[in-house]
């Protein structure tokens, strides 16, 4: 089940929390770094955030996380996580579609690390395209991925959609 979590709660974010751990130390593992920064985001980050949080629960536990930004028709898919004893069956799917059926959005953007070949085949599933490569200070290679929605494309031209 999908639901929006209101991660102003201290438990909520607790659990979040929770999820993002034990998500981000695979992938860092998966990049090969020691240093990933979303693993040294607090609870009480969490909890203070001004993004959207809408969580996956399978038999009232919280398994995988998406967060969100919108402003003006920009969606902006900030992080998506499933906790480790969830993987492989096809929660981010799911909270992705999800998401981008819920949001009137008319450009849709997300980043990941270039060596995070799940991500990227996931995001290409549901139509995102690179646009963007970097190295931030942190030193983990990056893309930048968007989606069009096709319900704008009338003011872009055929080769923006």
């Known amino acids: 089940m999908i639901k929006k979590l209101d991660n102003s709660n201290e438990q909520v974010a607790e659990q979040i929390y929770s999820v993002f ?5 695979i992938e860092a593992q998966l990049i090969g770094t020691l240093y990933f ?7 009480q980050d969490i909890e203070d955030s001004k993004t959207l949080f809408y969580g996956f629960s399978e038999n009232e536990c919280l398994a995988a996380v998406i967060e969100i930004a919108v402003e003006d028709r920009l969606l902006e898919l900030n992080s998506l996580t499933v906790d480790p004893k969830y993987f492989r069956r096809g929660i981010a799917d799911k909270l992705i579609s999800y998401i ?14 270039v060596v995070n070949k799940p ?27 968007k989606l069009i929605d096709a319900a704008s494309c009338h003011s872009f031209s055929k080769a923006d959609c």
């Open 21 to 25: 751990q034990n998500s981000y130390k």
């Open 37 to 43: 920064p979303p693993l040294s985001r607090s609870a």
């Open 100 to 113: 981008l059926e819920l949001i009137d959005f008319k450009e849709a953007i997300v980043e990941t690390a």
């Open 119 to 145: 991500a990227i085949n996931l995001y290409n599933k549901h139509g995102f395209v690179e646009f963007k490569r970097w190295i931030p200070s942190h030193g983990i290679e990056k893309l930048a991925m």
